[in-house]
């Protein structure tokens, strides 16, 4: 059994949580375990910050609404404040609108990720300022 407060196993025949000391009720216990498996995924997420991150789908998925919403209406804070949540994504520093970490999470994929999205941006960036010295 699981305690509805904290998550951590207490005796099943518990009335007191050990761990945080709040009284146990029985008949969340067995359902908070199931709730609780059920968090955000980063790979998910990784892929909305990255497609969609300017209209804040990525804070949507996992539960930010508001700030999904200010996402939304400033288009990302013009890309910057998408780009600094991909950043925090790509390094497991992003967590959920329960204060949960990301399910999932590649130590070595989320830093190569970033590099090659980094290389993908500064080659944007690069090609944007060429084009408008070429058209002048």
Not at 92 to 97: C, G, L
Request: hydrophobic share 50%; aromatic share 14%; with cysteine.
């Amino acid at each position: 059994m699981f305690c509805s407060k904290c998550g951590k196993e207490i005796h099943d025949e518990a009335v007191i949580c050990v761990h945080c000391g709040c009284a146990v009720n029985n008949n969340n216990s067995a359902s908070f375990k199931a709730n609780n498996d059920k968090g955000h995924d980063w790979l998910p997420t990784l892929l909305f910050a990255w497609f969609l991150g300017a209209f804040g789908a990525h804070r949507f998925y996992t539960g930010h609404i508001g700030i999904g919403i200010a996402q939304l209406l400033t288009l990302g804070g013009c890309g910057i404040w998408a780009f600094i949540d991909w950043i925090l994504i790509c390094f497991n520093k992003f967590d959920d609108a329960d204060g949960k970490p990301l399910n999932g999470y590649k130590k070595d994929i989320g830093p190569i990720l970033f590099v090659i999205g980094l290389l993908i941006t500064v080659a944007y960036v690069f090609i944007l300022i060429l084009g408008a010295a070429v058209s002048e």
